[in-house]
């Protein structure tokens, strides 16, 4: 079992930046791959970035790629979402995932541990 724990979401305006974290406990973090998703008002949850278990590979959404930064710290079981130029689009529930596959992929189903969410509003 994994334990996820999201922090850092609020109310910013459009161009500003964000940062997102997750805390995980449960099991040995290095072995487990992390992810990023999240849900906008009225839409289908969506893939936003993974990190491979030693943070060596990242992958981006599209939507994101150049603005957003997916790290892991593996001393401190955490991994981040930095969020820069934030759009009003990027507005929604962020959640952090987790799975022990080598490569879960950009599909939420493959994921096998999920966080609460936070939610992050850009306003124009």
């Known amino acids: 079992q994994v334990q996820l724990v999201e922090s850092g979401g609020g109310l910013v305006q459009a161009g500003t930046s964000l940062r997102l974290s997750c805390a995980a406990s449960?099991?040995?973090?290095?072995?487990?791959?992390m992810a990023w998703f999240r849900r906008p008002p009225g839409k289908e949850r969506e893939f936003v970035a993974d990190?491979?278990?030693?943070?060596?590979?990242?992958h981006y959404a599209d939507s994101v790629k150049g603005r957003f930064t997916i790290s892991r710290d593996n001393a401190k079981n955490t991994v981040s979402l930095q969020m820069n130029s934030l759009k009003p689009e990027d507005t929604a529930v962020y959640y952090c995932a987790a799975d022990a596959a080598l490569r879960p992929g950009p599909y939420d189903y493959a994921y096998a541990y999920w966080g609460q969410g936070t939610q992050v509003t850009v306003s124009s």
């Open positions: 449960g099991r040995t973090f290095s072995t487990i791959v």
């Open positions: 990190i491979s278990r030693t943070g060596s590979i990242t």
